[in-house]
């Protein structure tokens, strides 16, 4: 210990190989951050749209679209197709339902479970909203030149098939 500090000591003891500014890989470069950043930009600056117009965050746009999108449906299936947490999507449909833009009702076949619907003030929304969305979409894209626009759709249908194979994999006893 002649020389070393104790934080020195236990670095070096866990992991003698690597020392702090030796990393084995630059966070900036690691395909899941880039993605992470990436998602997470595009969703601030498209909700910069929607909450300055309609009052709803993240949760409560995907939820919208979703049922706008699917019709009426659980908080399960929301939950698996926006592939947000099922607390996340109880609070978005807490929010939605005390703005009355979201109703619920008992499945009749399973009364465990709700389902989701729109109501017209939010049907009226997303109606207005989704030409919004699909315009900004459009805004975004066009930096992917229109030669690279297929390669790049097949890229990112690859890239989320592989992760939920990735995932299920890890999912395995």
Avoid: C
Avoid at 22 to 44: A, I, K, W, Y
Avoid at 101 to 118: C, F, G, H, K, Y
């Amino acid at each position: 210990m002649h020389g070393q500090t104790k934080t020195q000591n236990a670095t070096s003891a866990s992991d003698p190989g690597v020392r702090p500014g030796e990393g084995l890989m630059r966070l900036e470069d690691f395909l899941p951050h880039q993605l992470n950043v990436l998602s997470s930009l595009v969703s601030q600056a498209l909700s910069r749209v929607y909450s300055a117009r309609y009052g709803i965050g993240i949760p409560e746009w995907r939820v919208l679209v979703t049922l706008g999108e699917g019709g009426t449906m659980s908080g399960k299936s929301v939950g698996m197709q926006t592939h947000m947490h099922k607390t996340k999507v109880s609070r978005a449909v807490a929010q939605l339902e005390a703005r009355k833009l979201v109703e619920r009702r008992a499945n009749e076949a399973d009364l465990r479970e709700s389902l989701l619907s729109l109501t017209p003030e939010g049907l009226a929304i997303y109606r207005e909203a989704a030409p919004i969305a699909l315009a900004f979409t459009q805004r975004l894209a066009e930096v992917v030149a229109p030669d690279d626009r297929a390669a790049f759709d097949r890229a990112i249908a690859r890239l989320t098939k592989r992760s939920a194979e990735l995932a299920a994999e890890f999912d395995k006893p």
